[in-house]
């Protein structure tokens, strides 16, 4: 099964984690918005075979968010980056970028 | 029959076990199926079909035949392979699958009506008349299925694990140990697994020598360093059964009998890489009446000699298209038993392996075809070959057979590796890999022992350099196997695949009488002409063929059939045979215990009970508990001699006269602070929350992005930047990621800190017209705090007692219409508020209440349940709360509001029901229509969604959604109950939702 | 074409059944066609037959990229009920749910439907109540239902688990009498030979890379066995519905989603009906071949792959051991999967798209299976008359625009929930 780097707790499996929703769900300001661009944002997937950006929660963990580039028929993940204000540490308490 | 010496098993001791409640002999070392050779038996089950009768065919897991329950009857496991059952004291099998015996199965006629229960026959018959086909299918259920299930659950117990590793060798077979001996000497910490007692793979098998000792003793050495070595582990009876995203690979180790607690673990392991020295498993051939017991694979015939000292016969034929089954001959022969002679399907064998033949007089027969003759064993075979124009007949109890070898690549194709067709040798190989794994020995397509040895080495130099790593044999020197022969190479003659299929006509002429059954698939009795039939009937695909003749869907998952069928449909189609493709290859490799896929989180401990901090309160206090989700809450306190609806009256009665108490800890709790949380709330509710001023609470309400309501609950506003939200119980975890989504990924900008505190905040709320006097008792120096906190509002407020202050927040709210305060405390301090509170309640007549008071008691006032008076269709306006929605402010869901379906007549909307005769009882779950006997589509105006019995009114009190409720109040409509008994429908006056005092008075007291 | 039956078994069993003709023709495609179904599942296949059968239009082509039933008819738990709630969708269902009764006989072939009723475990007040809200429904709305108190579902199922000692101890159940299952891959070479024998060319490995349009309107096809031209398209593709409509330009509200399944080793019968549970995500029944088949909820990732991983199997195992722990010594197998479309709501995508002559059926969700006669049913007349049929009509494309979604669960728009 899936392994999924946590930017914050390392490489941990994917029974940890839930998929939220794909990263096209993001594409908002807040507050500009027509309504028909809403509806669609909030309904539309392009659900196309490759590489996505997904958005995950480490749920059963830190509770920390990622952006994950995921290929979905191969389930090769090819990258996790930190989401939200909280910064990567590293052990010594230096931030990593 | 035993031989005297030789064998890796431990004579010195003895094991006693029984089959059909025969009493046997074996030893240490056996499996059950060796054990069952050494002692003549022969016959050991019926096919699934035809009820054919069955020997021991192989010695492995690609087992077709031996399926035999295991264990004490009640609770024996069904469907057990005897060639992978390690003999212990006191085991008991049973055969399966006959009725009376398995000497005598009457079933047995289903073989003289095969004919007409030719492949797919059931989807040609038993389709009229309709009335029949209840009939028919039970006694097609009754025929079918191979075991019984156990009647109840056994005893085992199974554990799970994760593990992680730098290699995962699977199989400790030739290429696996030299892998594994090479890598050893590295750091990298390796883990071996193999799917037999011991290792050595076919090592154990066969008569070989490696560096100067034979086979098992090499093994037995190599094995020791290994054990010896920090850096490996080994694992036997351990089948890797299953691979998974990221090489994850699941193994299932088995732990020998009388271990400790477990029967079975599971290894989940993550390996950075995986080696498959899975090895290759020998195919079949297909001839007349291939499926007698004593015809066996022969290299299972020299398995059963050299590794368990036990014969398998007395007179044996081999019938072969290559090199690797004239071992057969040698061992065998060398050990006594009369080898009648070689059938070979090729013109030309080799001169050497020729040679041996004749040195023991064993007779060659080339380019020859054989059919088998028996009843319920094989007594003879007749063969015609291209030495002679006559047929000849030989007598023999064994035929030893071997069509090639089929590698092993259930696992490397299960990891997505591509899979390779290699003429040369009739069979599929691995293809480029698409995991990091690395494929070593016979799974290759290699059969010589040192090709077996060099390519282990091979995948170890691989790996190593994969890690960044060089590595050299222990002493410098690659294995070496000496005194090579020939024979112990495996040469193979491609003009003669295993599926050379008999032209029955020629051989009948040739008068080996080749009429009978040529099976394809021994576990599911699909035989040659079921595949002729199936591709006439154009199911021509190789899943077609699969799902139509049931082809390799048995236990055994075709591993000595899907070959053979797939050469079979090739040749049909006249199409090369990777041109037609090959099946998907799925976990599990075999068949994997239910018991230890769930492991101990089953039945009891499938999830977690969840209870309040004041659950031993509740217990104390004679609570009846019922699930609320994942937690358990009290319906009701019982008292001595009442019922449950005399308790729930009773509270009822002392919250709206007198006081009640009730735990509400279970809903959800959320601390929001920062700059910015006010405005954070603003998008996430549809009512204004940066106009609540520090010191009040509002209702909160909260849509998803389709504008549907997704939660309720309370705002309140401890300080300019401080928030405390409560949400229902039930949505608790979702609104916690709904919130933490919008805070981390949707507006991070925003400063604004979340902590979720459903557990650490504890919640008891005192509601009844006395219960600001009796919270006055413990106000202590805060009384007067106590006295101006106005309706829905907050006050932070000490509570004391002798000396004991406990610190709380106060939240003028009440959800059952009278004054209420819900006081939160830390968790801690919980059951001390809730002693506190009852110490002082006798004055008042403080009485608990429960969940099902506390529904009445909101339902009387009109107020909603999300999840039932809201459910997931609801948006605001349905029910009754449009006026919330903020006109001046973006929220969530506002846009989807916006959408004509939003306010279109017809929608469901919130109101209040009355039964127009008092006494007739309103139910949750009860549709409503508009006439007593509309019926059918469209007959639906809605449901009752909340009800119960008011004793202060009483009669029932309901809330309802009804298509334009709010249209037609003061209407009649109809509940209808038939699923609950009531046949008659109840009359009902649609009513405003709030049913007690609706102006609210007793709330602002 | 109705030729099977006993006496046919007997007769061709004496001529060593070498007489047997094809179930269907695999066709070369023709150059045109009145209509081209893309997609050989269940659902195209009921709907060229239907479209044939129902409305004389033969003229038609059922393309599929591999073998028909290759993707979701072939994977699924084979589970056939009618017990859906809302009234957009309890009138297809339950017209489903009709016509399976009689189809092996109006196709000649035995789809072993088995109608051994659908249970659905009730383990709190709060579940008897929402079942008791389905039932009267279904009753009201003339469709068999029954609620069973927990001393008759124990009765009923004596192999159930309901005790106290369990996580959930069952208070009662649910149950839809006329449910049941139903031999999936028959069903496929059911409808084939019946759509075949009535002129419909069914062409396999044939798979469509192009949608050829002018001026808003659909033209043809282009595969890989050349270019097709016909007046009405359908996608019929269950699982990459939204790969091949994006081959017209269109994008969907379909998330596709991994559905796993699995069987155990075959066993004498041990379980009658079909049991699912309010509180466990899991559902069991047992096939006449004696498997016991389990399924549960998504993996919850999104994937076109077929290929599920291991903690979804845990969760069924254990939901299945915990209805009966007897099947604790049964091992597993095969297990597999299937690729849900899961729409924003819940429910199906069917009719007309923006694209004039190209229709949708797809995003069935967990529904599929069940609706294959009367989906192909009310979809043939949908693409006979060019307007949704009154039973599909509740699921236009554009509803999630308008607001009319048809919400059977309750979920929002996030399809992992549903």
Same mark, same amino acid.
């Given at each position: 099964?899936?392994?999924?780097?946590?930017?914050?707790?390392?490489?941990?499996?994917?029974?940890?984690?839930?998929?939220?929703?794909?990263?096209?769900?993001?594409?908002?300001?807040?507050?500009?918005?027509?309504?028909?661009?809403?509806?669609?944002?909030?309904?539309?997937?392009?659900?196309?075979?490759?590489?996505?950006?997904?958005?995950?929660?480490?749920?059963?963990?830190?509770?920390?968010?990622?952006?994950?580039?995921?290929?979905?028929?191969?389930?090769?993940?090819?990258?996790?980056?930190?989401?939200?204000?909280?910064?990567?540490?590293?052990?010594?308490?230096?931030?990593?970028? | 029959?035993?031989?005297?010496?030789?064998?890796?098993?431990?004579?010195?001791?003895?094991?006693?076990?029984?089959?059909?409640?025969?009493?046997?002999?074996?030893?240490?070392?056996?499996?059950?199926?060796?054990?069952?050779?050494?002692?003549?038996?022969?016959?050991?089950?019926?096919?699934?079909?035809?009820?054919?009768?069955?020997?021991?065919?192989?010695?492995?897991?690609?087992?077709?035949?031996?399926?035999?329950?295991?264990?004490?009857?009640?609770?024996?496991?069904?469907?057990?392979?005897?060639?992978?059952?390690?003999?212990?004291?006191?085991?008991?099998?049973?055969?399966?699958?006959?009725?009376?015996?398995?000497?005598?199965?009457?079933?047995?006629?289903?073989?003289?009506?095969?004919?007409?229960?030719?492949?797919?026959?059931?989807?040609?018959?038993?389709?009229?008349?309709?009335?029949?086909?209840?009939?028919?299918?039970?006694?097609?259920?009754?025929?079918?299925?191979?075991?019984?299930?156990?009647?109840?659950?056994?005893?085992?117990?199974?554990?799970?694990?994760?593990?992680?590793?730098?290699?995962?060798?699977?199989?400790?077979?030739?290429?696996?140990?030299?892998?594994?001996?090479?890598?050893?000497?590295?750091?990298?910490?390796?883990?071996?697994?193999?799917?037999?007692?011991?290792?050595?793979?076919?090592?154990?098998?066969?008569?070989?020598?490696?560096?100067?000792?034979?086979?098992?003793?090499?093994?037995?050495?190599?094995?020791?360093?290994?054990?010896?070595?920090?850096?490996?582990?080994?694992?036997?009876?351990?089948?890797?059964?299953?691979?998974?995203?990221?090489?994850?690979?699941?193994?299932?180790?088995?732990?020998?009998?009388?271990?400790?607690?477990?029967?079975?673990?599971?290894?989940?392991?993550?390996?950075?890489?995986?080696?498959?020295?899975?090895?290759?498993?020998?195919?079949?051939?297909?001839?007349?009446?291939?499926?007698?017991?004593?015809?066996?694979?022969?290299?299972?015939?020299?398995?059963?000699?050299?590794?368990?000292?036990?014969?398998?016969?007395?007179?044996?034929?081999?019938?072969?298209?290559?090199?690797?089954?004239?071992?057969?001959?040698?061992?065998?022969?060398?050990?006594?038993?009369?080898?009648?002679?070689?059938?070979?399907?090729?013109?030309?064998?080799?001169?050497?392996?020729?040679?041996?033949?004749?040195?023991?007089?064993?007779?060659?027969?080339?380019?020859?075809?054989?059919?088998?003759?028996?009843?319920?064993?094989?007594?003879?075979?007749?063969?015609?070959?291209?030495?002679?124009?006559?047929?000849?007949?030989?007598?023999?109890?064994?035929?030893?057979?071997?069509?090639?070898?089929?590698?092993?690549?259930?696992?490397?194709?299960?990891?997505?590796?591509?899979?390779?067709?290699?003429?040369?040798?009739?069979?599929?190989?691995?293809?480029?890999?698409?995991?990091?794994?690395?494929?070593?020995?016979?799974?290759?397509?290699?059969?010589?022992?040192?090709?077996?040895?060099?390519?282990?080495?091979?995948?170890?130099?691989?790996?190593?350099?994969?890690?960044?790593?060089?590595?050299?044999?222990?002493?410098?020197?690659?294995?070496?196997?000496?005194?090579?022969?020939?024979?112990?190479?495996?040469?193979?003659?491609?003009?003669?695949?295993?599926?050379?299929?008999?032209?029955?006509?020629?051989?009948?002429?040739?008068?080996?009488?080749?009429?009978?059954?040529?099976?394809?698939?021994?576990?599911?009795?699909?035989?040659?002409?079921?595949?002729?039939?199936?591709?006439?009937?154009?199911?021509?695909?190789?899943?077609?063929?699969?799902?139509?003749?049931?082809?390799?869907?048995?236990?055994?998952?075709?591993?000595?059939?899907?070959?053979?069928?797939?050469?079979?449909?090739?040749?049909?189609?006249?199409?090369?045979?990777?041109?037609?493709?090959?099946?998907?290859?799925?976990?599990?490799?075999?068949?994997?215990?239910?018991?230890?896929?769930?492991?101990?989180?089953?039945?009891?401990?499938?999830?977690?009970?969840?209870?309040?901090?004041?659950?031993?309160?509740?217990?104390?206090?004679?609570?009846?508990?019922?699930?609320?989700?994942?937690?358990?809450?009290?319906?009701?306190?019982?008292?001595?001699?009442?019922?449950?609806?005399?308790?729930?009256?009773?509270?009822?009665?002392?919250?709206?006269?007198?006081?009640?108490?009730?735990?509400?800890?279970?809903?959800?709790?959320?601390?929001?602070?920062?700059?910015?949380?006010?405005?954070?709330?603003?998008?996430?509710?549809?009512?204004?929350?940066?106009?609540?001023?520090?010191?009040?609470?509002?209702?909160?309400?909260?849509?998803?992005?389709?504008?549907?309501?997704?939660?309720?609950?309370?705002?309140?506003?401890?300080?300019?930047?401080?928030?405390?939200?409560?949400?229902?119980?039930?949505?608790?975890?979702?609104?916690?990621?709904?919130?933490?989504?919008?805070?981390?990924?949707?507006?991070?900008?925003?400063?604004?800190?979340?902590?979720?505190?459903?557990?650490?905040?504890?919640?008891?709320?005192?509601?009844?017209?006395?219960?600001?006097?009796?919270?006055?008792?413990?106000?202590?120096?805060?009384?007067?705090?106590?006295?101006?906190?106005?309706?829905?509002?907050?006050?932070?407020?000490?509570?004391?007692?002798?000396?004991?202050?406990?610190?709380?927040?106060?939240?003028?709210?009440?959800?059952?219409?009278?004054?209420?305060?819900?006081?939160?405390?830390?968790?801690?301090?919980?059951?001390?508020?809730?002693?506190?509170?009852?110490?002082?309640?006798?004055?008042?007549?403080?009485?608990?209440?429960?969940?099902?008071?506390?529904?009445?008691?909101?339902?009387?006032?009109?107020?909603?349940?999300?999840?039932?008076?809201?459910?997931?269709?609801?948006?605001?306006?349905?029910?009754?709360?449009?006026?919330?929605?903020?006109?001046?402010?973006?929220?969530?869901?506002?846009?989807?509001?916006?959408?004509?379906?939003?306010?279109?007549?017809?929608?469901?909307?919130?109101?209040?029901?009355?039964?127009?005769?008092?006494?007739?009882?309103?139910?949750?779950?009860?549709?409503?229509?508009?006439?007593?006997?509309?019926?059918?589509?469209?007959?639906?105006?809605?449901?009752?969604?909340?009800?119960?019995?008011?004793?202060?009114?009483?009669?029932?009190?309901?809330?309802?959604?009804?298509?334009?409720?709010?249209?037609?109040?003061?209407?009649?409509?109809?509940?209808?109950?038939?699923?609950?008994?009531?046949?008659?429908?109840?009359?009902?006056?649609?009513?405003?939702?709030?049913?007690?005092?609706?102006?609210?008075?007793?709330?602002?007291? | 074409?109705?030729?099977?039956?006993?006496?046919?078994?007997?007769?061709?069993?004496?001529?060593?059944?070498?007489?047997?003709?094809?179930?269907?023709?695999?066709?070369?495609?023709?150059?045109?066609?009145?209509?081209? /179904?893309?997609?050989?599942?269940?659902?195209?296949?009921?709907?060229?037959?239907?479209?044939?059968?129902?409305?004389? /239009?033969?003229?038609?082509?059922?393309?599929?990229?591999?073998? /028909?039933?290759?993707?979701?008819?072939?994977?699924?738990?084979?589970?056939?009920?009618?017990?859906?709630?809302?009234?957009?969708?309890?009138?297809?269902?339950?017209?489903?749910?009709?016509?399976?009764?009689?189809?092996?006989?109006?196709?000649?072939?035995?789809?072993?439907?088995?109608?051994?009723?659908?249970?659905?475990?009730?383990?709190?007040?709060?579940?008897?109540?929402?079942?008791?809200?389905?039932?009267?429904?279904?009753?009201?709305?003339?469709?068999?239902?029954?609620?069973?108190?927990?001393?008759?579902?124990?009765?009923?199922?004596?192999?159930?688990?309901?005790?106290?000692?369990?996580?959930?101890?069952?208070?009662?159940?649910?149950?839809?009498?006329?449910?049941?299952?139903?031999?999936?891959?028959?069903?496929?070479?059911?409808?084939?030979?019946?759509?075949?024998?009535?002129?419909?060319?069914?062409?396999?490995?044939?798979?469509?890379?192009?949608?050829?349009?002018?001026?808003?309107?659909?033209?043809?096809?282009?595969?890989?066995?050349?270019?097709?031209?016909?007046?009405?398209?359908?996608?019929?593709?269950?699982?990459?519905?939204?790969?091949?409509?994006?081959?017209?330009?269109?994008?969907?509200?379909?998330?596709?989603?991994?559905?796993?399944?699995?069987?155990?080793?075959?066993?004498?019968?041990?379980?009658?009906?079909?049991?699912?549970?309010?509180?466990?995500?899991?559902?069991?029944?047992?096939?006449?071949?004696?498997?016991?088949?389990?399924?549960?909820?998504?993996?919850?990732?999104?994937?076109?792959?077929?290929?599920?991983?291991?903690?979804?199997?845990?969760?069924?195992?254990?939901?299945?051991?915990?209805?009966?722990?007897?099947?604790?010594?049964?091992?597993?197998?095969?297990?597999?999967?299937?690729?849900?479309?899961?729409?924003?709501?819940?429910?199906?995508? /069917?009719?007309?798209?923006?694209?004039?002559?190209?229709?949708?059926?797809?995003?069935?969700?967990?529904?599929?299976?069940?609706?294959?006669?009367?989906?192909?049913?009310?979809?043939?007349?949908?693409?006979?008359?060019?307007?949704?049929?009154?039973?599909?009509?509740?699921?236009?494309?554009?509803?999630?625009?308008?607001?009319?979604?048809?919400?059977?669960?309750?979920?929002?728009?996030?399809?992992?929930?549903?």
């Amino acid at each position: 099964m899936q392994e999924i780097r946590c930017p914050w707790c390392g490489p941990r499996v994917q029974t940890e984690f839930e998929y939220y929703c794909d990263d096209s769900l993001l594409t908002e300001v807040w507050g500009s918005e027509a309504v028909q661009q809403n509806l669609d944002r909030v309904f539309l997937r392009s659900n196309h075979l490759g590489y996505h950006q997904e958005i995950w929660q480490h749920t059963h963990g830190c509770r920390g968010w990622l952006r994950v580039l995921r290929h979905n028929l191969t389930h090769e993940i090819k990258e996790s980056q930190p989401l939200g204000s909280n910064p990567v540490v590293d052990k010594d308490g230096r931030m990593q970028s | 029959m035993r031989m005297s010496q030789g064998g890796l098993i431990d004579r010195g001791r003895i094991l006693n076990f029984s089959f059909n409640g025969r009493s046997l002999q074996g030893h240490p070392g056996d499996s059950l199926a060796s054990a069952l050779i050494a002692n003549g038996i022969r016959l050991v089950g019926r096919s699934f079909k035809y009820h054919r009768p069955r020997g021991i065919f192989s010695a492995g897991s690609e087992e077709p035949n031996a399926m035999l329950r295991i264990g004490p009857e009640a609770t024996a496991e069904p469907n057990t392979r005897a060639t992978q059952t390690p003999l212990y004291e006191g085991l008991q099998a049973r055969s399966q699958n006959h009725w009376p015996s398995l000497e005598v199965d009457l079933l047995s006629i289903n073989n003289l009506l095969s004919p007409v229960f030719s492949t797919g026959f059931y989807n040609k018959t038993f389709i009229s008349p309709r009335k029949l086909w209840p009939v028919y299918e039970k006694m097609l259920r009754h025929i079918a299925g191979h075991g019984r299930a156990p009647g109840q659950r056994g005893p085992e117990q199974f554990e799970q694990c994760f593990s992680h590793c730098d290699v995962l060798i699977i199989g400790a077979g030739p290429a696996g140990l030299a892998a594994a001996r090479r890598l050893a000497s590295t750091d990298l910490r390796v883990v071996v697994v193999d799917e037999c007692e011991r290792p050595g793979g076919w090592l154990l098998k066969e008569n070989t020598s490696i560096d100067g000792s034979n086979g098992t003793d090499w093994c037995d050495r190599i094995t020791r360093q290994l054990s010896a070595a920090e850096n490996v582990t080994l694992l036997y009876l351990t089948t890797a059964f299953g691979f998974y995203d990221h090489n994850l690979v699941a193994l299932a180790e088995r732990l020998p009998s009388g271990a400790a607690t477990f029967s079975q673990r599971l290894h989940r392991v993550r390996a950075k890489q995986v080696v498959f020295a899975t090895g290759s498993i020998e195919r079949p051939l297909v001839f007349a009446n291939n499926d007698l017991p004593g015809i066996m694979l022969a290299g299972a015939a020299r398995a059963y000699l050299n590794q368990f000292a036990a014969k398998v016969g007395q007179r044996m034929v081999i019938y072969t298209n290559n090199d690797s089954a004239y071992r057969s001959a040698v061992d065998l022969s060398d050990a006594g038993v009369d080898v009648a002679a070689v059938a070979d399907l090729r013109e030309a064998p080799h001169a050497s392996a020729i040679a041996r033949l004749s040195e023991r007089g064993i007779s060659l027969y080339k380019g020859a075809r054989i059919a088998a003759h028996g009843r319920r064993h094989l007594r003879s075979v007749r063969l015609c070959h291209s030495g002679s124009e006559q047929a000849l007949q030989l007598d023999c109890d064994t035929l030893a057979v071997s069509g090639g070898w089929t590698p092993t690549l259930h696992l490397h194709s299960q990891s997505g590796g591509a899979v390779r067709f290699e003429p040369q040798l009739d069979t599929f190989v691995p293809g480029t890999p698409k995991q990091a794994t690395v494929a070593a020995g016979a799974v290759n397509g290699l059969h010589g022992l040192q090709e077996c040895l060099d390519d282990g080495e091979r995948a170890a130099v691989t790996i190593a350099k994969r890690f960044g790593l060089v590595t050299g044999a222990p002493n410098g020197r690659s294995i070496d196997p000496s005194n090579e022969s020939v024979e112990n190479q495996l040469l193979f003659d491609t003009d003669c695949p295993a599926v050379k299929v008999v032209n029955q006509h020629k051989a009948r002429r040739r008068g080996i009488g080749a009429s009978g059954k040529y099976f394809v698939d021994f576990q599911n009795d699909v035989t040659i002409s079921d595949v002729r039939q199936a591709y006439r009937e154009s199911y021509v695909s190789v899943e077609h063929l699969k799902r139509y003749t049931t082809l390799g869907m048995g236990t055994d998952q075709g591993k000595t059939s899907n070959l053979n069928g797939l050469d079979l449909l090739a040749g049909l189609r006249e199409e090369p045979v990777p041109k037609v493709g090959i099946t998907t290859f799925r976990p599990p490799y075999t068949p994997v215990t239910l018991g230890l896929l769930a492991g101990q989180s089953q039945g009891a401990h499938l999830s977690p009970t969840r209870k309040t901090v004041l659950h031993a309160k509740h217990e104390q206090a004679g609570a009846v508990f019922d699930f609320n989700g994942l937690w358990l809450r009290p319906r009701c306190y019982l008292r001595h001699g009442e019922t449950e609806e005399t308790a729930i009256g009773r509270e009822i009665r002392a919250v709206r006269e007198g006081v009640g108490m009730t735990d509400v800890s279970t809903l959800g709790k959320f601390e929001i602070q920062g700059a910015d949380c006010a405005e954070f709330l603003n998008r996430v509710y549809i009512g204004n929350m940066d106009t609540l001023v520090s010191g009040r609470c509002r209702y909160g309400l909260m849509l998803s992005d389709d504008g549907m309501v997704l939660d309720d609950g309370t705002v309140t506003r401890l300080d300019q930047q401080h928030y405390f939200i409560t949400t229902s119980t039930g949505h608790a975890e979702h609104v916690l990621q709904h919130l933490e989504f919008l805070l981390d990924v949707l507006w991070p900008e925003l400063d604004v800190n979340l902590v979720a505190v459903t557990e650490q905040w504890a919640g008891v709320a005192v509601a009844g017209p006395a219960s600001r006097k009796l919270l006055r008792q413990l106000a202590g120096s805060d009384t007067e705090v106590l006295e101006s906190v106005p309706y829905m509002g907050y006050a932070s407020i000490e509570l004391e007692e002798s000396g004991q202050c406990i610190k709380a927040r106060l939240l003028r709210i009440s959800y059952s219409g009278e004054m209420a305060y819900e006081i939160y405390v830390p968790a801690h301090s919980a059951t001390h508020v809730w002693e506190l509170i009852l110490n002082h309640g006798p004055g008042f007549d403080l009485q608990p209440y429960g969940m099902d008071a506390m529904d009445v008691l909101r339902i009387e006032k009109g107020f909603i349940v999300v999840g039932a008076d809201a459910d997931g269709r609801t948006t605001p306006m349905d029910i009754g709360m449009g006026a919330m929605l903020s006109k001046t402010k973006h929220f969530i869901g506002r846009h989807a509001l916006t959408r004509p379906a939003m306010h279109e007549s017809g929608r469901f909307q919130l109101v209040g029901l009355q039964a127009v005769n008092y006494q007739d009882g309103l139910f949750e779950g009860a549709q409503l229509t508009r006439l007593a006997g509309d019926r059918g589509y469209g007959a639906s105006i809605g449901h009752i969604s909340s009800a119960g019995f008011s004793p202060l009114l009483q009669r029932h009190v309901a809330l309802a959604l009804v298509r334009d409720g709010r249209k037609h109040l003061g209407q009649t409509i109809y509940s209808q109950d038939p699923a609950r008994a009531c046949p008659t429908p109840v009359g009902v006056t649609i009513v405003e939702p709030c049913a007690y005092d609706p102006e609210g008075a007793r709330l602002r007291r | 074409m109705r030729n099977y039956s006993s006496y046919a078994l007997i007769k061709n069993a004496l001529t060593g059944n070498t007489r047997w003709t094809p179930a269907w023709r695999n066709a070369r495609p023709r150059k045109n066609y009145e209509v081209i /179904i893309i997609g050989g599942g269940g659902h195209g296949l009921a709907t060229a037959y239907y479209l044939a059968k129902n409305h004389g /239009i033969t003229d038609v082509a059922v393309l599929d990229k591999g073998w /028909i039933g290759g993707g979701n008819t072939g994977r699924n738990t084979t589970i056939i009920r009618s017990d859906y709630l809302l009234e957009e969708n309890a009138g297809l269902y339950d017209f489903s749910l009709g016509l399976w009764a009689g189809l092996s006989r109006e196709l000649n072939f035995n789809l072993m439907f088995s109608e051994r009723g659908a249970v659905t475990l009730a383990h709190s007040e709060a579940h008897l109540n929402q079942l008791a809200r389905l039932a009267n429904a279904m009753l009201l709305r003339g469709v068999n239902a029954e609620l069973l108190t927990r001393e008759e579902v124990l009765k009923e199922i004596p192999v159930l688990d309901g005790g106290a000692g369990t996580r959930w101890p069952v208070e009662g159940a649910f149950r839809q009498p006329e449910a049941g299952t139903a031999r999936h891959d028959a069903v496929v070479w059911g409808y084939a030979r019946a759509a075949d024998s009535l002129g419909v060319d069914i062409v396999e490995q044939c798979e469509v890379v192009g949608m050829n349009m002018e001026k808003g309107r659909i033209k043809g096809v282009q595969t890989s066995q050349g270019v097709i031209a016909a007046d009405k398209v359908a996608i019929v593709v269950a699982g990459h519905t939204s790969t091949v409509a994006a081959l017209a330009g269109l994008t969907l509200p379909v998330e596709s989603h991994l559905l796993q399944a699995m069987v155990s080793e075959p066993i004498k019968p041990v379980l009658d009906t079909v049991v699912m549970s309010m509180a466990y995500d899991g559902y069991v029944s047992q096939t006449n071949k004696g498997e016991i088949v389990m399924g549960a909820e998504l993996d919850g990732y999104p994937s076109y792959s077929q290929r599920g991983n291991l903690p979804r199997i845990e969760d069924c195992v254990r939901y299945t051991l915990t209805m009966f722990p007897s099947f604790s010594g049964l091992r597993l197998m095969r297990s597999w999967a299937g690729i849900n479309d899961m729409t924003m709501d819940g429910s199906p995508l /069917i009719g007309p798209t923006p694209v004039d002559g190209l229709y949708i059926n797809g995003g069935w969700c967990y529904g599929g299976f069940k609706t294959i006669p009367g989906s192909g049913w009310a979809f043939a007349d949908t693409l006979a008359h060019d307007r949704a049929h009154r039973l599909v009509e509740p699921y236009r494309l554009d509803r999630f625009n308008t607001g009319h979604t048809i919400n059977e669960n309750g979920h929002g728009p996030l399809p992992q929930h549903h």
